[in-house]
Structures are given as C-alpha cells and as structure tokens.
C-alpha cells in the first residue's frame, strides 16, 4: 500500500489557478499509476486525470482539458495536478489515487485502491 496526502486546495476566483500536490509515502511512487479524481456536494466521484508511472501517457476528462495539467516528480514521491481558468463547476473535494503498474482503464475509480482524504477546492464566481 502507499499512503497518500493531499495538499493545495482552497478558495480561488472564477479564472484563477491552484497546484494540489500528492504527497506519497510507504511504497515506490515509481511504480504506481497516479490519478485525480474530484466530487462535488451530491454527485458521485469522477475522473480527472491520471498518468502512467513513468508519466509518459495520461488522459484528461472532456471537462479539464487544456485547463488542467498534471505531472508527478518521481524523486520527490510527489504528483501535482495544475489547475488554470477555473470555473465554478470545477469546485469539489479532489481527491489522489494510486495504483500499482500500468493499466488501460485508469480512468476507472475501481482501478484505485490507494486514496488519498481529499483536498477542496471552491470556485467563487
């Protein structure tokens, strides 16, 4: 298992940017998937984006692309999801996940096992 703290989250202006951070621990980030998911009050929790271990491959969800980027620094056991032009519909609680190895389904939640608590990030418009 690796543990997983999130860290970033806050209140920001419609337009404005954040950096949520993934601080991993317990296991060789190295070898896990990272992803981001988010959930909004009374919605179920959906996907963001994630990327493969060695952070050549990732997939963005319809609603983030060109906004979002992630990245991971594998020396500092640390993933990053950037977060420009936000949008009031982007406030949610976000969370981290990990899984082990490379899979194609990473923007299944079922394919997570590791969870960070979650970090929220409000959108004021």
């Known amino acids: 298992q690796v543990q997983l703290v999130e860290s970033g989250g806050g209140l920001v202006q419609a337009g404005g940017s954040l950096r949520l951070s993934c601080a991993a621990s317990g296991r060789t980030f190295s070898r896990y998937t990272l992803g981001w998911f988010r959930q909004a009050p009374g919605k179920e929790r959906e996907f963001v984006v994630a990327?493969?271990?060695?952070?050549?491959?990732?997939n963005y969800a319809d609603s983030v692309k060109g906004r979002f980027t992630i990245s991971r620094d594998n020396d500092k056991n640390t993933g990053y999801l950037q977060m420009n032009s936000l949008k009031s519909e982007d406030t949610a609680v976000y969370y981290c996940a990990a899984a082990y190895g490379d899979f194609p389904n990473k923007a299944s939640r079922a394919a997570y096992n590791n969870w960070g608590q979650g970090t929220q990030v409000t959108v004021s418009s």
């Open positions: 990327m493969y271990r060695s952070g050549d491959s990732s």
